[in-house]
């Protein structure tokens, strides 16, 4: 079996319901909904990184402006602190993951890095917090 066909574990399923459930039925999109989807996930990381500074944890930030030099589909913040790291991948309401992402979260679970995927701040930062104990 190759990486990319690892399904999630059941723990990542259990913590993320909302990635996993039945498909939404296709709705039309209109270019301005898509930008706002993006300005958002945008807005909340800035927010987080700001408090992961104010904190002074490190954090590495994907960048969203232009082409990755990193593994296609890594998780947009990757915290560390005191030896220990943690992912998350931000996602606006309606956001869902892509194949990459999907693969990449997989991996990074069977290495035993902690994953999520976060909709708001609150979400975000006590995932952080949970899991580096700073």
Same mark, same amino acid.
């Given at each position: 079996m190759a990486f990319y066909d690892k399904e999630p574990s059941a723990e990542f399923r259990r913590l993320n319901p909302h990635i996993f459930g039945p498909p939404p039925a296709p709705? =039309?999109? @209109?270019?301005?909904? &898509?930008?706002? /989807?993006? +300005? %958002? =996930?945008k807005k909340l990381s800035e927010l987080v990184c700001a408090d992961l500074s104010r904190r002074g944890i490190p954090y590495i930030k994907a960048r969203t402006d232009k /082409? !990755? &030099?990193i593994r296609k589909g890594w998780p @947009?913040? &990757?915290a560390m602190h005191g030896g220990k790291v943690c992912c998350v991948e931000l996602k606006a309401k309606g956001g869902t993951l892509s194949k990459d992402q999907r693969e990449c979260i !997989? @991996?990074? %679970? !069977? /290495? +035993?890095i902690p994953v999520t995927v976060a909709f708001n701040f609150d979400t975000t930062l006590s995932f952080i917090l949970k899991h580096l104990n700073p």
């Open positions: 709705v =039309e999109q @209109d270019v301005n909904e &898509t930008k706002w /989807a993006k +300005g %958002e =996930e /082409a !990755s &030099t @947009d913040i &990757t !997989s @991996d990074l %679970e !069977s /290495a +035993g």
